[in-house]
T-cell receptor, first 117, second 115 residues
Framework: AQKITQTQPGMFVQEKEAVTLDCTYD???????LFWYKQPSSGEMIFLIY??????QNATEGRYSLNFQKARKSANLVISASQLGDSAMYFC??????????????FGKGTLLTVNP | KAGVTQTPRYLIKTRGQQVTLSCSPI?????VSWYQQTPGQGLQFLFE???????NKGNFPGRFSGRQFSNSRSEMNVSTLELGDSALYLC??????????????FGPGTRLTVT
C-alpha cells in the first residue's frame, strides 16, 4: 500500500533562514511522482515542486528544492531564505500508477510551518 | 488568466440532503480532479474527469459522484449527506495530464458543513 509520512506536525523557522520539511514514502511501484503543496490559511492549495522517480537531479523551483533520496525513500522540501509569507501548511504527496491510466494520489498529514520575524 | 473557481464557497446542509458543488477550471484545462479535506482523514482524492469521462477514482462510496461538461466545468454531487461529509472540498485543474501530469492548479475550495 502507498503511504506518505510527514513526521513534523509543526516547524518554526526564523525569517531569512533555511528550513527542511521531512517526507518519507512507501511504495512498491518503480515509477511514481512526488509533489509538495502549500496551503495557506485561506485554504487554497498551491503547487510548489515535482520530482519524478526516474529524475536523476533534484528538482528546484526558485527558493524551493526537493532533496530526493530514492534509496531512503525520502523527498524532503528545502525552503531557502524563509519569508513571513511562507507560513502555511505544507503537504507532501505521491502519485502512483496501478496500470494503464489508473493513478492514485496519496497525501501526507502535513507540516505547519511558522516563520518568525 | 483566471484561476480555478469553485462555487459556492460555503454551504450548510442537513443530514440526508444532497448537495452539488461546482468547479470551473482554468481556461484550456481539460482535466478536473476533486479532493476532500477533513481534520481526521486529511486530504483524500475523490475522482478525476477528463473530456467528460471519469478517468480515475478514489475510495469513496457511491454517494459521491461527479460529472464534467463539454466546457470542462465539473460538478460533484453528494447524496444522503452524513455528518462525516463535513469537509473542505477542493478541485484542481490541469491541461491534460491530470494525475499523470506534474502540475495541478487548485481552487479555493467549498467548505461544506453538515448538521
Amino acid at each position: 500500500a502507498q503511504k506518505i509520512t510527514q513526521t513534523q506536525p509543526g516547524m518554526f523557522v526564523q525569517e531569512k533562514e533555511a528550513v527542511t520539511l521531512d517526507c518519507t514514502y512507501d511504495t512498491s511501484d518503480q515509477s511514481y511522482g512526488l509533489f509538495w503543496y502549500k496551503q495557506p490559511s485561506s485554504g487554497e492549495m498551491i503547487f510548489l515542486i515535482y520530482q519524478g522517480s526516474y529524475d536523476e537531479q533534484n528538482a528546484t523551483e526558485g527558493r524551493y528544492s526537493l532533496n530526493f533520496q530514492k534509496a531512503r525513500k525520502s523527498a524532503n522540501l528545502v525552503i531557502s531564505a524563509s519569508q513571513l509569507g511562507d507560513s502555511a501548511m505544507y503537504f507532501c504527496a505521491m502519485r502512483t500508477n496501478s496500470g494503464g491510466s489508473n493513478y492514485k494520489l496519496t497525501f501526507g498529514k502535513g507540516t505547519l510551518l511558522t516563520v518568525n520575524p | 488568466k483566471a484561476g480555478v473557481t469553485q462555487t459556492p464557497r460555503y454551504l450548510i446542509k442537513t443530514r440526508g440532503q444532497q448537495v452539488t458543488l461546482s468547479c470551473s477550471p482554468i481556461s484550456g484545462h481539460r482535466s478536473v480532479s476533486w479532493y476532500q479535506q477533513t481534520p481526521g482523514q486529511g486530504l483524500q482524492f475523490l475522482f478525476e474527469y477528463f473530456s467528460e469521462t471519469q478517468r480515475n477514482k478514489g475510495n469513496f462510496p457511491g454517494r459521491f459522484s461527479g460529472r464534467q461538461f463539454s466546457n470542462s466545468r465539473s460538478e460533484m454531487n453528494v447524496s444522503t449527506l452524513e455528518l462525516g461529509d463535513s469537509a473542505l472540498y477542493l478541485c484542481a485543474s490541469s491541461l491534460a495530464g491530470g494525475l499523470a501530469g506534474t502540475e495541478q492548479y487548485f481552487g479555493p475550495g467549498t467548505r461544506l458543513t453538515v448538521t
